[in-house]
């Protein structure tokens, strides 16, 4: 197959689904792939525009070779929702109730009784909210709300809403894209890509708004930054605003991903009270790559810096990032605490690994502290919910080898056995 820029042309795919449109999501959502009945539909070709934020990847003829980064995925993304409109109700309830009942098997399975969903829509949100109200959610959800400006402005406090199953009280938005598809935006050009200096997904002014919103309905604001001009920018978003809003106390905003940071940038998180919202999986999955990207000094100082973070007093939530890794914990922890890569077991700057106990509270308390809930879950202690996972090794004392080995014996939901090992 013949490839472009290192990705390849969609020639092979149209081949095998001349007649079908199909487009393929890269694992990061910062990226698809589409055959040409795909593009046809969405009206792709050669006059057609990069949008600001994003690029559709062209061959030296300019002809679209079937990459869309970023917000190019649009145009393709709302071909196929104009297909999904033409659904019936019924059936597309029915898609989204096998998909909730699969994901939270999924979550049993690994041990996990707490989710945090980074950005549902409206439409899901009152989904969500049903499920909790006939008491048919198997964990605990605790979800952002996402769409752009306008659509949130008069009703988002209408979305607000806490329970023991599930929670709204935040809003998600995004200033930047993934460094592999050199989607994040950086102070200084890419090391391997002399002269640009990735991409901002959405208007700051737009952000700024978002932030306006989630402030005056005292909700919670996590913003995808993941370049270390993407996280300085929204620092000081964070930061104008607490300045206006001096009386908004404890709004444990926060930056999700947070992954490639200014060395003068990381002592402001501690400042402003910031949580960094990371995953630890990420820096050993992105490995290969990070130092082609960015240099030496820029992936020594500043890449998946959760030591430095710590050493400030700064909060880190943990997770996998779903669907973008596998859900699994016990990987990610073993990410988090050797900064190794499973398959070749090279460390990525060892020196800014997590201790143990810090990966299971970064995992625990601090996610329950991260969505404003550690008096009701993340510890074992009296008055909290009796969600329990019970382990065949003990993380804190077992071989590094004996990591990846560890099982879910047991996954207890509200005091209740929801799986165990036979």
């Known amino acids: 197959m013949r490839s472009v820029q290192g990705y390849p042309m969609h020639t092979a795919l149209s081949k095998v689904s001349p007649d079908h449109p199909v487009i393929l999501f890269h694992a990061s959502g910062h990226a698809l792939f589409a055959n040409e009945k795909a593009m046809e539909l969405a009206g792709i070709g050669l006059d057609t525009p990069n949008p600001p934020?994003?690029?559709?990847?062209?061959?030296?003829?300019?002809?679209?070779?079937?990459?869309?980064?970023?917000?190019?995925m649009e145009a393709v993304r709302q071909a196929y929702e104009d297909y999904r409109k033409k659904l019936s109700a019924d059936a597309k309830e029915k898609e989204w109730q096998t998909a909730i009942a699969l994901a939270e098997a999924e979550c049993i399975e690994n041990g996990i009784t707490s989710f945090q969903?980074?950005?549902?829509?409206?439409?899901?949100?009152?989904?969500?909210?049903?499920?909790?109200?006939?008491?048919?959610?198997?964990?605990?959800?605790?979800?952002?709300?996402?769409?752009?400006?306008?659509?949130?402005?008069?009703?988002?406090?209408?979305?607000?809403?806490?329970?023991?199953?599930?929670?709204?009280?935040?809003?998600?938005?995004?200033?930047?894209?993934?460094?592999?598809?050199?989607?994040?935006?950086?102070?200084?050009?890419?090391?391997?890509?002399?002269?640009?200096?990735?991409?901002?997904?959405?208007?700051?002014?737009?952000?700024?708004?978002?932030?306006?919103?989630?402030?005056?309905?005292?909700?919670?604001?996590?913003?995808?930054?993941?370049?270390?001009?993407?996280?300085?920018?929204?620092?000081?978003?964070?930061?104008?605003?607490?300045?206006?809003?001096?009386?908004k106390k404890d709004l444990r905003w926060r930056v999700e991903h947070a992954q490639h940071l200014a060395v003068s940038d990381i002592p402001r998180f501690a400042k402003l009270?910031?949580?960094?919202?990371?995953?630890?999986?990420?820096?050993?999955?992105?490995?290969?790559?990070?130092?082609?990207?960015?240099?030496?000094?820029?992936?020594?100082?500043?890449?998946?810096?959760?030591?430095?973070?710590?050493?400030?007093?700064?909060?880190?939530?943990?997770g996998t990032d779903a669907p973008v890794e596998d859900v699994?914990?016990?990987?990610?922890?073993?990410?988090?605490?050797?900064?190794?890569?499973?398959?070749?077991?090279?460390?990525?700057?060892?020196?800014q690994r997590m201790t143990r106990a810090e990966a299971i509270k970064s995992y625990t308390i601090d996610n329950a502290y991260a969505a404003k809930e550690e008096k009701e879950k993340g510890s074992i202690s009296p008055g909290k919910y009796a969600d329990i996972v019970i382990l065949s090794n003990n993380l804190l004392k077992c071989r590094e080898s004996d990591i990846l080995k560890t099982e879910v014996l047991f996954t207890i939901v509200n005091g209740v056995i929801v799986k165990h090992r036979n």
């Not at 699994?328 to 020196?351: G, H, L, W």
Request: proline share 4%; with cysteine.
């Open 53 to 72: 934020g994003g690029r559709i990847v062209r061959n030296n003829k300019g002809e679209a070779i079937g990459v869309f980064e970023e917000r190019a």
């Open 117 to 247: 969903d980074a950005g549902s829509s409206f439409e899901e949100l009152t989904r969500y909210r049903r499920l909790a109200e006939k008491k048919e959610l198997d964990i605990r959800l605790w979800a952002m709300a996402r769409h752009d400006y306008n659509t949130m402005k008069d009703v988002i406090g209408k979305y607000k809403y806490k329970s023991p199953f599930f929670t709204c009280n935040a809003i998600k938005s995004e200033v930047d894209g993934a460094l592999g598809a050199f989607g994040a935006w950086l102070l200084k050009p890419y090391n391997d890509k002399p002269g640009f200096t990735g991409q901002n997904t959405t208007d700051i002014y737009e952000v700024r708004k978002i932030a306006g919103l989630a402030i005056d309905n005292d909700m919670q604001f996590c913003v995808h930054a993941i370049g270390d001009r993407a996280n300085k920018v929204v620092l000081d978003i964070y930061e104008g605003l607490a300045s206006l809003h001096p009386e």
């Open 273 to 318: 009270g910031i949580i960094a919202s990371m995953q630890g999986v990420h820096c050993t999955s992105d490995a290969p790559f990070v130092v082609k990207r960015l240099g030496t000094e820029r992936a020594r100082t500043g890449a998946y810096a959760w030591r430095s973070l710590l050493k400030q007093g700064v909060h880190i939530a943990n």
């Open 328 to 351: 699994d914990p016990i990987r990610n922890f073993y990410a988090t605490v050797t900064r190794k890569r499973e398959d070749t077991r090279q460390p990525f700057y060892p020196e």
